[in-house]
Structure formats: C-alpha cells, structure tokens
C-alpha cells in the first residue's frame, strides 16, 4: 500500500490542524472505553495493556486505508481536493458493550473479568458480520434515502456525540476553554493568519499548555505520576478467549448467563452502524467526495472482526467529520497522522501522560468547529423545504443524549450510595422510583428512552416520511409508515431487545399513521388531484406557440 507521502504534504500545518483535531477526537474516546471497563471490575492492566492496544491497531489500519483510498481516487479523477474519511472506534457503542454485554456478564459469574471480555469480543464479532452481510445491500439503501434524511442524521450524531460533552467541558474550564474556541474560530471560520504561520491548532497547543500550566491547572507530580503505566503492549491474537466469549454467546458455555438480550441486540445495533456509516459517506458526498458504499461498510465490519482476533472489544468504523477536515484543508495526510499517533499512544500506554501534559479543553474547539460544519452542511445541501426534516431527526438524536444524561446521573446516585460494582445504567429500581417525580417536572423519561431505542432508523424513517409528504409522494410515505411498523413489531425500534410484538404501541400508532397518510391521498386523489406531471410544459409550450404565431403577422403587416 503506497500512500506516496512526502515530508512536505506530511507536515503541511492544514493536515497537522486534521490531525490534531482527529487524534484528540479519538484519544478522548480511548479514555472513555478505558474508564467505562475499570468501572466495571475489570483490571487496568487488561484494558490499557490488551484491549486497547488491540482496537488501536484497527483504527490505525483504518486510517491508512482509507488514506490510500482517497490517494488512489485523486489521482484517478485528477483531483487533488480529495480528502480521506476519518475513522475510529464507535462512540455509542463503548457504552454498548460495556453496559448491555460486559457488564450483566460480569455480575452473573462474580467477577469473570476474562468471560466478559470474550463475551464483549463475541458480541463485535457478530456486529462485524451484520456489517457485512448488509454491504452488498447498502447502495440500494443509500439511493432509497433522501439526502436531508441522511444528513439530518448526521447533524444529530455530531451535535450530540461530538460537541455537546466538550463544549461542557470547555465551558467548565472557561479560561481555557473559551479562549481556545475563539483562537478555533478566527482561524477555521474567520480565515486569519496567525504568527510564524503556524497551524490554528498548534496555537491551541500552546496557548492550553501555556496556560494550564501557568494557572496551576496541570501539575508536575501528575505528570510524573502519569509515566508509571507506561509499557510497550502490542496486541497478539486472543482467539482462545474469544471462542470461548461465542460458545456462552450461544448458550454452550455452561456458564448461568442471560445471554439472549446479549445475542439479539448485535443485530439492531449493527444495522445501526451500518445506517450511520451510510449518514456519514452522504455527508462526505455533499463536500465533494464520494466513496463507495460497499467498501465502506466492509471496512468496517472486517476491521472490527480483526480487533476482535487480537483482544479488542470495541467495534470501529467510520466517523463523521470529513466535511469539518476538508474544510480545515487537511486531505490525506492527516489520516496517515492520526494511525500513527494512535499506535504510538496505545501500545506504549501514553494516553494518561497526553492529559497530564495538555489541557484537551484548549483543542476541544476542532471538535466544535467539526459540529458546526457538519450541521451546517445538513442544510446547506439539502433543500430549503426539506429543512423541517432535518430538525426532526436531529430531535431523536437528542433524546438519546439526554436519556443518557438521565441514566448516567442514576449511575453516579448508585455509587454515592455505595452500590459497587454498577449494574446497568438504566437500573430499574431506582428509575422506577424516580419517573413520576421526572414527569411531573416535565422530563418524560419512559417516552424519551423509546426515542432513543433504535433512534438512528427512527430518526431516518421519520425524516424520510416528513420529506415524501412535502413532495407530495404520499404512497411512498406510506411504504416508509409500513416499515415502520415491521421494525417496531420486532424492536428494532422502542424496544430494549428483538423479540415478536415487542412495541405494540408504536406498531399500532404508525399502522394508524400510514391509514391516515393513505386515505389523505385517496381523498385528495378523488376531490383535489394534483396537476399530472407535464400539464405546465405542455401548457407553457401551447402558449409560446401561440406567440410565436401571433408575433408573425404582426412584423408582416409592419
């Protein structure tokens, strides 16, 4: 694989600003997956030294072939704007395996650190496969769906997973925070040059290091300390336990686990990613690159299978923000970057010493900038009459941000009470307690989590329902509300898990839906029908003949 990259395009400060901007993306979610599976009981030097190391290496290998794919088109099609799709681990899903699939294992055996872990492989095992056996299918699927419904997917996905915690955290840490997204916005929205020509971020560098430091915000004895775990662990195959993880993923194990709320839930949520990979390549479209989608999504499931034969229990895939990066100027080279620095800080276990040396509330600010373009994307390519649409989906986006929200404050009152190891986020006990009191101030917790339950297809379908009826395509709307109703009746949408008649309102509210929508169009069909497509062209055409006509005798007689 030869990405042809000179020192020059490999150092360029607009693919250092890409760079820094997907590295800190990714770095973050690192310390997230590391943090969510010490919570739950399983050791450090298992996640740091085994997991991560492994899901480094996909999304590293990730990186670089998508770096090469987007080579390779550039100098096919002669354009040298090409910029590469970035690529990671999957972001809700981190919370995925470790709530819904690590974690119930862990409380049913004790503490089998070493089941869980292959039970989570098994788990990103079967995602992988969905990923690719939807593939030869995703064209089709792509083609199907209007644009706004995808893009407004994509401008909920970015307004909630990537900018709404560090803006948070940014604002918490103002001095740093505020001043790094103002140093973000002259330069990648404002288009001002700054001293020694030097890349925006790395004005951002050193203004958060300059000032943590300065402030006290960052301290010697935590650098230090940072230092102790550092160690070399390079990834080597796990397959032993990996198997073992699928043998009580399907029952023959032995071991006393519910494992089929465990099993089912592999198939929504890999038709998820798959929509989502599919968001993300329409965003990418809409600034000038296209990518095809059968490669895309089998990337995907393959790199997450080869995670998963060296220990890496997070699914990766392709992340949203190629607008956000081409805007930036970055185009190859930064991708290349990112798989590099990923290697480096996972294998040598770095990630705490990053954080303990610069403040990632200084660089949060390219994540921002990257929100921004892309829900201003959602309308800028798209539209103006599909816009209410787009709102509409980000609305489900949102409703699992919060539901989220809610869960994790119920997490943090179980460890106050000193209820350790956690169960599930969602523990019915204490929520059960608490949804009248959320109700009556006007947070309707039961409504919002069925939101937030297959929200990616929820969020495209009723977008799509929405953009058909604006352009008066009712019996398509009526395809769509019919679709509905099979992904409710088995739950793929508002339901926790797969089963029959598994959200029997929802399935009875979108059949009424689609009869109404269908008698709407029979009824105007019959008393108010639409002009059949041509009428104004053949109208217009008789009236310019007839000028025409008119026009000739006229000039005769002068």
């Given at each position: 694989?030869?990405?042809?990259?000179?020192?020059?395009?490999?150092?360029?400060?607009?693919?250092?600003?890409?760079?820094?901007?997907?590295?800190?993306?990714?770095?973050?979610?690192?310390?997230?997956?590391?943090?969510?599976?010490?919570?739950?009981?399983?050791?450090?030097?298992?996640?740091?030294?085994?997991?991560?190391?492994?899901?480094?290496?996909?999304?590293?290998?990730?990186?670089?072939?998508?770096?090469?794919?987007?080579?390779?088109?550039?100098?096919?099609?002669?354009?040298?704007?090409?910029?590469?799709?970035?690529?990671?681990?999957?972001?809700?899903?981190?919370?995925?395996?470790?709530?819904?699939?690590?974690?119930?294992?862990?409380?049913?055996?004790?503490?089998?650190?070493?089941l869980a872990w292959g039970v989570a492989l098994a788990w990103c095992f079967l995602?992988?496969?969905?990923?690719?056996?939807?593939?030869?299918?995703?064209?089709?699927?792509?083609?199907?769906?209007?644009?706004?419904?995808?893009?407004?997917?994509?401008?909920?996905?970015?307004?909630?997973?990537?900018?709404?915690?560090?803006?948070?955290?940014?604002?918490?840490?103002?001095?740093?925070?505020?001043?790094?997204?103002?140093?973000?916005?002259?330069?990648?929205?404002?288009?001002?040059?700054?001293?020694?020509?030097?890349?925006?971020?790395?004005?951002?560098?050193?203004?958060?290091?300059?000032?943590?430091?300065?402030?006290?915000?960052?301290?010697?004895?935590?650098?230090?300390?940072?230092?102790?775990?550092?160690?070399?662990?390079?990834?080597?195959?796990?397959?032993?336990?990996?198997?073992?993880?699928?043998?009580?993923?399907?029952?023959?194990?032995?071991?006393?686990?519910?494992?089929?709320?465990?099993?089912?839930?592999?198939?929504?949520?890999?038709?998820?990613?798959?929509?989502?990979?599919?968001?993300?390549?329409?965003?990418?479209?809409?600034?000038?690159?296209?990518?095809?989608?059968?490669?895309?999504?089998?990337?995907?499931?393959?790199?997450?299978?080869?995670?998963?034969?060296?220990?890496?229990?997070?699914?990766?895939?392709?992340?949203?923000?190629?607008?956000?990066?081409?805007?930036?100027?970055?185009?190859?080279?930064?991708?290349?970057?990112?798989?590099?620095?990923?290697?480096?800080?996972?294998?040598?276990?770095?990630?705490?010493?990053?954080?303990?040396?610069?403040?990632?509330?200084?660089?949060?600010?390219?994540?921002?900038?990257?929100?921004?373009?892309?829900?201003?994307?959602?309308?800028?390519?798209?539209?103006?009459?599909?816009?209410?649409?787009?709102?509409?989906?980000?609305?489900?986006?949102?409703?699992?941000?919060?539901?989220?929200?809610?869960?994790?404050?119920?997490?943090?009152?179980?460890?106050?009470?000193?209820?350790?190891?956690?169960?599930?986020?969602?523990?019915?006990?204490?929520?059960?307690?608490?949804?009248?009191?959320?109700?009556?101030?006007?947070?309707?917790?039961?409504?919002?989590?069925?939101?937030?339950?297959?929200?990616?297809?929820?969020?495209?379908?009723?977008?799509?329902?929405?953009?058909?009826?604006?352009?008066?395509?009712?019996?398509?709307?009526?395809?769509?509300?019919?679709?509905?109703?099979?992904?409710?009746?088995?739950?793929?949408?508002?339901?926790?898990?797969?089963?029959?008649?598994?959200?029997?309102?929802?399935?009875?509210?979108?059949?009424?839906?689609?009869?109404?929508?269908?008698?709407?169009?029979?009824?105007?069909?019959?008393?108010?029908?639409?002009?059949?497509?041509?009428?104004?062209?053949?109208?217009?055409?008789?009236?310019?003949?007839?000028?025409?006509?008119?026009?000739?005798?006229?000039?005769?007689?002068?």
């Amino acid at each position: 694989m030869n990405l042809a990259l000179s020192s020059k395009n490999l150092f360029n400060k607009n693919e250092f600003s890409g760079f820094m901007g997907l590295f800190v993306n990714i770095v973050t979610n690192f310390m997230v997956m590391a943090s969510l599976m010490i919570g739950i009981g399983i050791p450090a030097y298992l996640v740091v030294g085994r997991m991560l190391p492994a899901v480094g290496l996909g999304v590293a290998l990730g990186n670089f072939y998508w770096a090469w794919f987007a080579k390779r088109t550039a100098k096919k099609t002669g354009n040298p704007e090409v910029c590469a799709l970035p690529f990671g681990p999957s972001v809700g899903h981190m919370f995925v395996v470790t709530f819904v699939v690590a974690n119930p294992v862990m409380l049913a055996t004790g503490g089998n650190y070493m089941l869980a872990w292959g039970v989570a492989l098994a788990w990103c095992f079967l995602e992988g496969i969905v990923e690719i056996v939807v593939a030869p299918f995703a064209r089709t699927v792509r083609s199907k769906m209007p644009r706004a419904a995808m893009l407004g997917n994509a401008a909920g996905l970015s307004l909630t997973l990537i900018a709404m915690a560090p803006i948070a955290q940014m604002w918490g840490l103002p001095y740093i925070g505020i001043v790094g997204l103002g140093i973000a916005v002259l330069g990648f929205l404002g288009k001002k040059k700054f001293p020694l020509g030097m890349p925006v971020a790395v004005w951002m560098v050193i203004f958060g290091v300059a000032t943590g430091w300065i402030t006290g915000f960052k301290s010697w004895d935590n650098l230090v300390t940072s230092f102790a775990g550092v160690g070399f662990g390079m990834p080597y195959p796990a397959v032993g336990i990996f198997w073992e993880g699928l043998r009580t993923l399907f029952g023959a194990g032995g071991h006393a686990i519910e494992v089929a709320p465990i099993l089912i839930s592999a198939i929504p949520l890999g038709i998820a990613n798959a929509i989502g990979t599919l968001n993300n390549l329409e965003s990418a479209a809409a600034a000038g690159d296209n990518y095809p989608e059968r490669e895309a999504l089998l990337s995907d499931g393959a790199l997450t299978i080869v995670d998963v034969l060296i220990g890496g229990p997070f699914p990766t895939t392709i992340y949203i923000g190629h607008p956000g990066y081409k805007e930036m100027g970055a185009r190859t080279s930064y991708s290349v970057l990112t798989g590099i620095a990923v290697l480096i800080v996972t294998w040598f276990a770095l990630i705490p010493v990053f954080m303990a040396l610069i403040p990632v509330e200084a660089i949060f600010a390219i994540l921002i900038f990257i929100a921004l373009t892309i829900g201003s994307q959602a309308f800028q390519a798209s539209p103006k009459h599909h816009y209410p649409a787009i709102i509409l989906a980000m609305m489900f986006w949102l409703s699992s941000w919060v539901v989220t929200i809610i869960q994790n404050s119920v997490q943090a009152v179980r460890i106050v009470q000193g209820l350790w190891p956690p169960g599930p986020p969602a523990n019915p006990y204490i929520l059960n307690n608490l949804v009248p009191q959320l109700g009556s101030n006007q947070i309707f917790y039961p409504a919002l989590l069925a939101m937030s339950q297959g929200h990616v297809m929820t969020a495209a379908t009723m977008a799509m329902i929405v953009i058909f009826i604006i352009d008066k395509k009712l019996i398509k709307a009526v395809i769509v509300a019919a679709l509905q109703v099979v992904l409710s009746f088995f739950g793929f949408i508002h339901a926790g898990n797969l089963g029959i008649n598994a959200a029997q309102n929802f399935s009875i509210a979108y059949l009424m839906m689609g009869i109404v929508i269908l008698l709407v169009h029979l009824y105007n069909q019959k008393y108010h029908p639409e002009p059949k497509e041509g009428d104004n062209s053949l109208k217009n055409m008789a009236n310019n003949m007839g000028n025409s006509l008119g026009a000739g005798p006229s000039k005769q007689n002068k």
